[in-house]
């Protein structure tokens, strides 16, 4: 009986002794492998902090380094970012009281003559866009000053001559002679611009010269209509990044440090919210103020208004309206500028405009820009609906003589 218990010991024995030489065997060969799989620990030096440094650099830091892209875009352009002071003196209007005889006499000739004169000053944005000192900025920031001075990021300062206004595109072009070695601002194409690209504002706004703001670009092809200056023929790059007054006529950049647009500060109610002229119309505006100081815009002469089904429906089930609208899409015409092109061909108030040249229109942007894009002269094809009949006529273009 003892030696089956002495026998079932030793089993157990033997069992718990591999277990033990197994054990020790994995500790053995853990030990062995761990050391060279482990990189030592970094040995930091008083003072030394590089390793630390190193070790909480993220990802996205060491791909881009240190310096961001907004500052290598606005290295390559802001020293051709310029701030333009403008000057403008006005005089009071006369009172048509002191013009009576009688109190001329009482009070003297010369009581007219001594109304004061008012200094209006003006602060706006321009960038250089060629050595020989050629700057771009809005219209607005310079119409009717008697004196323009460009200054430089460097300090310097020159009396500017504007050698070309055209209000309907709000550009201008304005001269400097400060030699022929002056920065030059890289223009890009806004042809190839999409909405959530960047948008870099460079600027002076409220006075604030230097000033950067960084967007993205929110839509493209925002018309002036919509924006609320119909006096104007642009599609606007909408952007959130700040523009303010100020801001105007400086340049919007991409990421790359390449003007797409010149921005605009025209809604003082807008809230994040900016628009720029896209920079391949300006390139275009630009050449022409160069050559001839003006540019020519073809009109019509009608006021209008995008007409839909559903808006000449609510018109017409009106019982107030004083006039039935066809319910189609097209172009309404509102009013008919006496003696305009339109006029001589005998556009009435209350025709639809259905096509131009044979091409459906069904906007009022839709028939502005066919018009830009006509020439002086120019014979458009205009089929109209007038009632229940349409007609055709035909629309000779003339140069729009005041944007106002």
Same mark, same amino acid.
């Given at each position: 009986?003892?030696?089956?218990?002495? %026998?079932?010991? +030793? &089993?157990? $024995?033997?069992?718990?002794?591999?277990?033990?030489?197994? /054990?020790? !065997? @994995?500790?053995?060969?853990?030990?062995?492998?761990?050391?060279?799989?482990?990189?030592?620990?970094?040995?930091?030096?008083?003072?030394?902090?590089?390793?630390?440094?190193?070790?909480?650099?993220?990802?996205?830091?060491?791909?881009?380094?240190?310096?961001?892209?907004?500052?290598?875009?606005?290295?390559?352009?802001?020293?051709?970012?310029?701030?333009?002071?403008?000057?403008?003196?006005?005089?009071?209007?006369?009172?048509?009281?002191?013009?009576?005889?009688?109190?001329?006499?009482?009070?003297?000739?010369?009581?007219?003559?001594?109304?004061? %004169?008012?200094? +209006? &000053?003006? $602060?706006?944005?321009?960038?250089?866009?060629?050595?020989? /000192?050629? !700057? @771009?900025?809005?219209?607005?920031?310079?119409?009717?000053?008697?004196?323009?001075?460009?200054?430089?990021?460097?300090?310097?300062?020159?009396?500017?001559?504007?050698?070309?206004?055209?209000?309907?595109?709000?550009?201008?072009?304005?001269?400097?002679?400060?030699?022929?070695?002056?920065?030059?601002?890289?223009?890009?194409?806004?042809?190839?611009?999409?909405?959530?690209?960047?948008?870099?504002?460079?600027?002076?706004?409220?006075?604030?010269?230097?000033?950067?703001?960084?967007?993205?670009?929110?839509?493209?092809k925002r018309s002036s209509a919509q924006v609320g200056i119909s006096d104007?023929?642009?599609?606007?790059?909408?952007?959130?990044?700040?523009?303010?007054?100020?801001?105007?006529?400086?340049?919007?950049?991409?990421?790359?440090?390449?003007?797409?647009?010149?921005?605009?500060?025209?809604?003082?109610?807008?809230?994040?919210?900016?628009?720029?002229?896209?920079?391949?119309?300006?390139?275009?505006?630009?050449?022409?103020?160069?050559?001839?100081?003006?540019?020519?815009?073809?009109?019509?002469?009608?006021?209008?208004?995008?007409?839909?089904?559903?808006?000449?429906?609510?018109?017409?089930?009106?019982?107030?309206?004083?006039?039935?609208?066809?319910?189609?899409?097209?172009?309404?015409?509102?009013?008919?500028?006496?003696?305009?092109?339109?006029?001589?061909?005998?556009?009435?108030?209350?025709?639809?405009?259905?096509?131009?040249?044979?091409?459906?229109?069904?906007?009022?942007?839709?028939?502005?820009?066919?018009?830009?894009?006509?020439?002086?002269?120019?014979?458009?094809?205009?089929?109209?609906?007038?009632?229940?009949?349409?007609?055709?006529?035909?629309?000779?273009?003339?140069?729009?003589?005041?944007?106002?």
């Amino acid at each position: 009986m003892r030696f089956p218990k002495i %026998s079932r010991s +030793l &089993r157990q $024995l033997s069992t718990h002794v591999l277990a033990i030489a197994l /054990g020790v !065997v @994995l500790a053995v060969s853990t030990l062995q492998v761990l050391p060279s799989q482990a990189e030592p620990a970094p040995t930091i030096t008083p003072g030394d902090t590089s390793n630390l440094i190193a070790q909480r650099q993220s990802p996205a830091t060491a791909a881009i380094g240190t310096t961001s892209f907004v500052t290598a875009a606005v290295n390559r352009v802001g020293s051709a970012v310029v701030r333009i002071d403008t000057e403008r003196t006005i005089t009071r209007r006369v009172d048509p009281f002191m013009e009576d005889p009688f109190f001329r006499r009482f009070f003297g000739d010369g009581f007219s003559q001594q109304m004061p %004169s008012e200094q +209006l &000053r003006g $602060l706006g944005s321009g960038f250089i866009i060629d050595k020989s /000192g050629l !700057v @771009l900025t809005n219209a607005h920031v310079v119409d009717k000053a008697d004196k323009v001075t460009v200054r430089l990021k460097d300090g310097r300062t020159f009396e500017g001559k504007v050698q070309g206004i055209d209000e309907v595109t709000d550009l201008a072009v304005v001269k400097i002679n400060a030699g022929n070695d002056l920065p030059v601002a890289p223009l890009g194409s806004s042809t190839n611009v999409q909405v959530g690209d960047w948008a870099i504002a460079v600027g002076n706004p409220l006075g604030f010269d230097n000033t950067v703001t960084l967007g993205i670009v929110s839509t493209l092809k925002r018309s002036s209509a919509q924006v609320g200056i119909s006096d104007k023929r642009l599609d606007f790059i909408q952007t959130d990044a700040a523009i303010n007054p100020g801001n105007s006529g400086g340049p919007l950049l991409n990421g790359l440090g390449e003007v797409i647009g010149i921005n605009t500060a025209i809604r003082p109610d807008a809230m994040g919210i900016g628009f720029a002229i896209p920079i391949d119309k300006a390139k275009a505006i630009a050449a022409q103020l160069q050559r001839d100081g003006k540019v020519a815009h073809p009109y019509l002469g009608v006021q209008m208004l995008t007409l839909t089904p559903d808006l000449a429906k609510q018109n017409n089930t009106d019982p107030n309206s004083p006039i039935q609208i066809p319910e189609i899409n097209g172009v309404f015409v509102m009013r008919v500028v006496p003696n305009s092109p339109a006029a001589s061909a005998g556009i009435r108030r209350g025709d639809v405009i259905l096509q131009v040249d044979g091409k459906a229109i069904t906007s009022a942007e839709q028939l502005q820009n066919v018009v830009e894009d006509s020439r002086l002269g120019q014979v458009l094809q205009v089929k109209v609906q007038r009632g229940n009949q349409t007609q055709q006529l035909s629309i000779r273009t003339a140069e729009l003589q005041n944007a106002s």
